[in-house]
């Protein structure tokens, strides 16, 4: 009878879509077999991926780690790939026309960046945006949707 109880239970709490779900593997949590191309750089085609390496709430700001890719010619396995300007990620909240407190973003190897002071002032639809810059020019991004 337990058992009756329990398998429809447990099928309901594995189809629960958690917020931040963004398509492919949820973002959130590190991804063991390989990256995934969450949004594609609008000129280069590169892909990124990004996990939350701190996650934020209401009151505290949180950190994000992006890798950059494009495919191997020959099997489409991924390669890690500089940007070839300033990486930069910015967060904007396209409903209401404004952004949030200015993130910091930092190399940390090979098409692997570190973002921190990642805030949300309010719940709602935002975009990561993850910037190619020169200067305070965006010379290329790609945009990932989150609901907060």
Known sequence: MLFKVLIPCLLVMACARPQYFQGG???????TSGLKCAATFAKSGHCVDWY???????????SLVFK???????????????LNETAHV???????????????????DQGT??????????????EIRFQSRQGETTVDQAIVRVEI
Not at 68 to 82: E, T, W
Request: proline letters at 9%.
């Open 90 to 108: 910015e967060l904007w909240m396209p409903d209401m026309g404004h952004g949030s407190t200015e993130s910091s973003t930092e190399r940390v």
């Open 25 to 31: 593997a949820p973002h959130g949590v590190k991804s």
């Open 68 to 82: 950059v890719f494009r495919p191997n010619l020959l099997d489409q396995s991924p390669v890690l790939q500089d």
């Open 52 to 62: 939350w390496e701190v996650e934020p709430t209401a009151s505290l700001e949180g």
């Open 113 to 126: 960046y570190r973002a921190k002071e990642v805030f949300f002032v309010m719940p709602g639809l935002w």
